[in-house]
């Protein structure tokens, strides 16, 4: 099991930058599939990046691509997201999480999340 602690979120005008940081602790960290989700206002929970355990595979969804960038750190038990050319459409509550496969691009594989961070972009 891992445990995730996001931070870094807040209030940015569109075309601004953020970098949200996710810290996990937990021996398998560096064994895991990280993942980052949003969820904004009426909105369902919806696939944002995923990078594979070493850091060598990554995929964003279409609507970010381009964008933003997801990496980690295993050494200080970190998965970031940078997020460049926000939008106000990017505003959400954003979730990182954990599955236990190496690699994984569907929601369901993934059993540990974090609380969230709000971002929040505006025109």
């Known amino acids: 099991q891992v445990q995730l602690v996001e931070s870094g979120g807040g209030l940015v005008q569109a075309g601004g930058s953020l970098r949200l940081s996710c810290a996990a602790s937990g021996r398998a960290f560096s064994r895991n599939g990280m993942g980052w989700f949003r969820q904004g206002p009426g909105k369902e929970r919806e696939f944002v990046a995923a990078i594979s355990w070493s850091g060598s595979n990554t995929y964003s969804a279409d609507s970010v691509k381009g964008r933003f960038t997801i990496s980690r750190d295993n050494a200080k038990n970190t998965v970031y997201l940078q997020m460049d050319s926000l939008k106000p459409e990017d505003t959400a509550v954003y979730y990182c999480?954990?599955?236990?496969?190496?690699?994984?691009?569907?929601?369901?594989?993934?059993?540990?999340w974090g609380q969230g961070t709000q971002v929040t972009v505006s025109s």
């Open positions: 999480a954990a599955t236990g496969l190496p690699w994984a691009l569907t929601p369901s594989a993934y059993a540990n």
